[in-house]
């Protein structure tokens, strides 16, 4: 069984590099008209230099996974702005694919918590389609559609998960082919379980992402033993092998938060449930201490007896 390990955006240690840099629209509207587009250019151009500079640090350290931010291009689906933010930066998005074309890195994104297809407002599911647009524009200017995926959570209940689940699956069928094709659904921490996931995964053949941190916050009836296989089997149609989040809690009482580095003891479990699969897969480190609490992580596994690290950020047990 081989891991993979990553982290998400920012690498701690860099100076001054974050891919996230930011301006507000009310900045924005506040500038002369014939400054906001130099302004939005130059902050994205930061943003671009910084994920490269990022993407050198992981290549440095062998670490082929990495969730690049969704925060890259400021205002991308602002709907009074929505500029074209690709024309003006090709050469930048295709150094950026190249690199982790030469490198062999597994790109992703993780549009945040409002990007979701379960409720039965229309002007959220067509932000949503926006920005499920905007993050799959990211990825085929990178050439990293092959490989690259975007991942979401269902959403909420809204008081009746049987409807809602319906709808989530009417919503869905609006998500053109070629960007539904990118999706992987993930389990969340309060309302879909695992099992509620792995189903709707199954049902319209989208690979599922494990989080066992949620999974964990949020078990309802599900031994997670029993399914392990069949969410790796989730990503049976795709040329790539599963992925699994990982973090621990914050402590007892802020369960559901991630603490600053991962706890080998909350995670063994997980582990020792997949060494009985043997099947290689990848993990997505989601500490707050992004890059630094994935290598301690890899460490801290690599101690195990019958734990082999093969590269920096790679063991096989």
């Known amino acids: 069984m081989k891991i993979r390990f990553g982290y998400v955006a920012n690498a701690l240690g860099l100076w001054d590099a974050s891919p996230s840099k930011a301006l507000t629209f009310t900045r924005y509207a ?14 994205t151009a930061i943003n ?3 994920t490269k500079r990022i993407l050198f640090y992981n290549i440095a350290h062998e670490i082929k996974l990495y969730r690049f931010s969704s925060s890259i291009v400021p205002l991308a689906t602002h709907p009074e702005v929505m500029w074209d933010f690709i024309t003006p ?27 979701l297809f379960s ?14 647009e905007y993050h799959f ?27 809602t689940l319906e709808k989530f699956h009417e919503n869905i069928k609006k998500i053109p082919c070629d960007i539904k094709e990118q999706m992987t659904l993930e389990n969340d921490d309060k309302t879909y379980d695992v099992l509620e996931t792995l189903k709707t995964c199954e049902k319209v053949n989208i690979p599922m992402v494990l989080d066992y941190h949620h999974y964990m916050a949020n078990k309802g009836e599900v031994n997670l033993s029993s399914y392990l296989s069949r969410i790796f089997h989730t990503w049976n149609q795709s040329n790539m092998v599963p992925k699994v989040h990982i973090s621990s809690p914050k402590s007892d009482q802020e369960f ?30 989601e500490a707050k201490q992004k ?22 950020s790679i063991i096989e047990w």
């Open 89 to 115: 930066f090709k050469s930048e998005w295709e150094e950026i694919g190249q690199l982790i074309q030469k490198h062999q890195i597994r790109p992703s994104f993780h549009p945040n918590q409002f990007t």
């Open 48 to 50: 671009l230099q910084n």
């Open 291 to 312: 890059n630094l609490a994935m290598h301690k992580l890899i460490e801290d596994i690599a101690s195990i007896r019958g734990v082999k690290r093969k590269e920096s």
């Open 30 to 43: 506040a500038l002369p008209k014939n400054e906001r587009m130099e302004k939005l250019k130059y902050v």
């Open 256 to 285: 559901r938060s991630h603490a600053e580095f991962v706890s080998i003891d909350f995670i063994l479990p997980f582990l020792k449930m997949a060494k009985e699969l043997n099947l290689d897969f990848d993990i997505m480190v």
């Open 137 to 163: 524009k990211m990825l085929k200017a990178m050439n990293a559609l092959e490989n690259g995926v975007i991942n979401i959570h269902i959403g909420g209940a809204y008081g009746d998960k049987v409807s």
């Open 119 to 132: 409720s039965s407002k229309e002007e959220l599911t067509q932000n949503s389609l926006k920005d499920m």
